[in-house]
């Protein structure tokens, strides 16, 4: 198969995947089929694709050559008499008027994912299996658990969606603070995920960071009363600003203190920092709007150091005592570090039981080397080279580590 016609194919899955279960799911009503018939539409375009060339809308081809096959095994199904496949077919022929307030196939399947009926950490898994296309390895990485246990995870949530009648819809406005918490965790995930891949060659996937965008901007016009709808977004604009600045020619990893601002998309900057300046007047801070306005300090340096890390340290002050977590206490301890100096933010690392986390180690590595103690630097550093999956990431801790040897 031509490497061009794998690659179209593949960036194609990584950015439709989710628009066709979500299309699937509002017109049959059952997400493990329709996934499992996207899934087979792919495999037909893998083969088909590389003879006859991209169709002219592949997504479009995706989705039709689904539902088709779909209806067929509907069909068989249902003339033996499984009453299931005909209630299916049935809900696909009658498809039931539109209520939602949005429009959008992919918010309707995030809020079915993010039901109170689900466990948080399902909620989370399956809609990044669903939305995001993550594949059940990639996912159960994330999570830290063994792929079987995944597996298990995500089949179980879909069952109960299924047996419970979880409806595939927006909730009714009245509803929608109660359901807002997770789904905003969910849309976070999704762009981090895009943000720095949790494995793989690159360290970016600016598939999932645009939908993750696109979402929030969808939340945002359906609630724009609540400010941490508008925090995250925020959040998210601030981040991806950044993004092209991030990364060397070649895919290497840039820090945000050797970026070359001038590469910042300064249009996002404006628009997340009036975001920002909108929740500051509502005042009514929570966990995103704080992380937004400390993107927003950031942004507001024109170089790395003129930046008020004073500021972002009362910022963390406050977010740590909103929402109270070790990778909260570690990026706080990164910004008393540049306040107080490398030895006080190391004392708090330290204090922090965050092993498995591979960037704890980086940020040890990074402090122990400031202090001029490289051989505890070095041990750090190898741990976190051993505990991430991304290339990028391990490349850069690499050179880091290199550097302590040829010192």
Same mark, same amino acid.
């Given at each position: 198969?031509?490497?061009?016609?794998?690659?179209?194919?593949?960036?194609?899955?990584?950015?439709?995947?989710?628009?066709?279960?979500?299309?699937?799911?509002?017109?049959?009503?059952?997400?493990?089929?329709?996934?499992?018939?996207?899934?087979?539409?792919?495999?037909?375009?893998?083969?088909?694709?590389?003879?006859?060339?991209?169709?002219?809308?592949?997504?479009?081809?995706?989705?039709?050559?689904?539902?088709?096959?779909?209806?067929?095994?509907?069909?068989?199904?249902?003339?033996?008499?499984?009453?299931?496949?005909?209630?299916?077919?049935?809900?696909?022929?009658?498809?039931?008027?539109?209520?939602?307030?949005?429009?959008?196939?992919?918010?309707?399947?995030?809020?079915?994912?993010?039901?109170?009926?689900?466990?948080?950490?399902?909620?989370? =898994?399956?809609?990044?299996?669903?939305?995001?296309?993550?594949?059940?390895?990639?996912?159960?990485?994330?999570?830290?658990? =063994?792929?079987?246990?995944?597996?298990?995870?995500?089949?179980?949530?879909?069952?109960?969606?299924?047996?419970?009648?979880?409806?595939?819809?927006?909730?009714?406005?009245?509803?929608?603070?109660?359901?807002?918490?997770?789904?905003?965790?969910?849309?976070?995930?999704?762009?981090?995920?895009?943000?720095?891949?949790?494995?793989?060659?690159?360290?970016?996937?600016?598939?999932?960071?645009?939908?993750?965008?696109?979402?929030?901007?969808?939340?945002?016009?359906?609630?724009?009363?609540?400010?941490?709808?508008?925090?995250?977004?925020?959040?998210?604009?601030?981040?991806?600003?950044?993004?092209?600045?991030?990364?060397?020619?070649?895919?290497?990893?840039?820090?945000?203190?050797?970026?070359?601002?001038?590469?910042?998309?300064?249009?996002?900057?404006?628009?997340?920092?009036?975001?920002?300046?909108?929740?500051?007047?509502?005042?009514?801070?929570?966990?995103?709007?704080?992380?937004?306005?400390?993107?927003?300090?950031?942004?507001?340096?024109?170089?790395?150091?003129?930046?008020?890390?004073?500021?972002?340290?009362?910022?963390?002050?406050?977010?740590?005592?909103?929402?109270?977590?070790?990778?909260?206490?570690?990026?706080?301890?990164?910004?008393?570090?540049?306040?107080?100096?490398?030895?006080?933010?190391?004392?708090?690392?330290?204090?922090?039981?965050?092993?498995?986390?591979?960037?704890?180690?980086?940020?040890?590595?990074?402090?122990?080397?400031?202090?001029?103690?490289?051989?505890?630097?070095?041990?750090?550093?190898?741990?976190?080279?051993?505990?991430?999956?991304?290339?990028?990431?391990?490349?850069?801790?690499?050179?880091?580590?290199?550097?302590?040897?040829?010192?």
């Amino acid at each position: 198969m031509p490497a061009g016609t794998v690659g179209e194919i593949e960036r194609v899955f990584r950015a439709e995947y989710g628009r066709a279960v979500a299309v699937l799911v509002r017109r049959f009503g059952d997400i493990e089929i329709a996934e499992e018939a996207v899934q087979d539409a792919f495999a037909a375009a893998v083969e088909r694709w590389p003879a006859t060339g991209l169709p002219p809308s592949p997504a479009g081809w995706i989705i039709t050559t689904a539902r088709n096959r779909l209806i067929d095994r509907l069909r068989r199904e249902a003339s033996r008499e499984d009453r299931y496949a005909q209630a299916a077919l049935l809900y696909a022929v009658d498809e039931p008027a539109e209520e939602d307030p949005v429009h959008d196939d992919r918010l309707r399947l995030i809020f079915t994912c993010c039901h109170p009926a689900l466990a948080p950490a399902s909620q989370v =898994a399956l809609t990044l299996r669903l939305l995001g296309g993550l594949t059940t390895a990639e996912i159960a990485g994330a999570f830290l658990v =063994a792929e079987p246990t995944m597996a298990q995870r995500l089949v179980r949530a879909k069952g109960k969606i299924r047996d419970a009648r979880i409806p595939y819809r927006v909730p009714k406005d009245a509803d929608l603070p109660d359901r807002l918490r997770p789904v905003l965790a969910v849309v976070y995930l999704i762009f981090n995920e895009g943000y720095t891949a949790s494995s793989g060659e690159r360290l970016v996937r600016e598939d999932l960071c645009a939908e993750a965008i696109r979402l929030g901007r969808l939340l945002a016009e359906l609630m724009p009363d609540e400010p941490e709808v508008k925090g995250l977004l925020a959040l998210m604009l601030l981040t991806e600003s950044r993004r092209a600045a991030r990364t060397t020619r070649d895919g290497g990893l840039v820090l945000l203190t050797d970026q070359d601002r001038g590469l910042w998309d300064h249009d996002l900057v404006a628009e997340g920092q009036a975001l920002v300046r909108q929740c500051l007047r509502r005042g009514q801070p929570g966990p995103y709007q704080i992380q937004a306005a400390i993107n927003a300090v950031h942004s507001d340096a024109p170089v790395a150091a003129a930046t008020d890390w004073s500021q972002i340290l009362r910022l963390y002050d406050q977010l740590l005592a909103l929402a109270p977590s070790p990778v909260v206490a570690l990026n706080r301890a990164v910004a008393v570090a540049e306040v107080e100096g490398p030895g006080a933010g190391l004392a708090l690392v330290d204090s922090l039981d965050l092993g498995g986390f591979h960037l704890f180690h980086a940020v040890r590595a990074d402090l122990l080397r400031r202090l001029g103690r490289d051989s505890e630097a070095a041990l750090a550093y190898e741990a976190a080279i051993a505990r991430t999956e991304n290339s990028a990431e391990r490349d850069f801790l690499r050179r880091g580590l290199e550097s302590l040897n040829r010192a």
